[in-house]
């Protein structure tokens, strides 16, 4: 199984800035894509910015101009930084991997938990 760990949620003043980690582990033989997602209360799962293992990106429009997706390969890991952060960012944040594990070279396409982000006025 493939697991992925969020971090570095919390309460941040508008304007200020946080950055996500996460962390994925357990039986992978390649991660193809990582990403990250948000979603309010009562609301389906938006997408955010996704990065491919060659380091390609893509971002949505929610995300472009304050939202920067990274990866670490060596350490599995996918980091979001957010900068000028305003009240409507206050969501969960989720991370997602797809890619190949290796028992029986199947495909996964895992979630992480959620980190809470919280922005106040």
């Known amino acids: 199984q493939v697991h992925l760990v969020e971090s570095g949620g919390g309460l941040v003043q508008a304007g200020g800035s946080l950055r996500l980690s996460c962390a994925a582990s357990?039986?992978?033989?390649?991660?193809?894509?990582m990403g990250w997602h948000r979603q309010y209360p009562e609301k389906s799962r938006e997408l955010l910015a996704r990065?491919?293992?060659?380091?390609?990106?893509n971002y949505t429009d929610s995300a472009k101009g304050r939202f920067t997706i990274s990866l670490d390969s060596a350490k599995n890991t996918v980091y979001l930084q957010m900068n000028g952060l305003k009240p409507e960012d206050t969501a969960v944040y989720y991370c997602?991997?797809?890619?190949?594990?290796?028992?029986?070279?199947?495909?996964?396409?895992?979630w992480g938990q959620g980190t809470q982000v919280t922005v106040s006025s």
């Open positions: 997602s991997a797809e890619g190949v594990d290796y028992i029986g070279y199947r495909p996964f396409d895992t």
């Open positions: 357990g039986t992978i033989n390649r991660i193809d894509v």
């Open positions: 990065i491919g293992s060659g380091g390609d990106t």
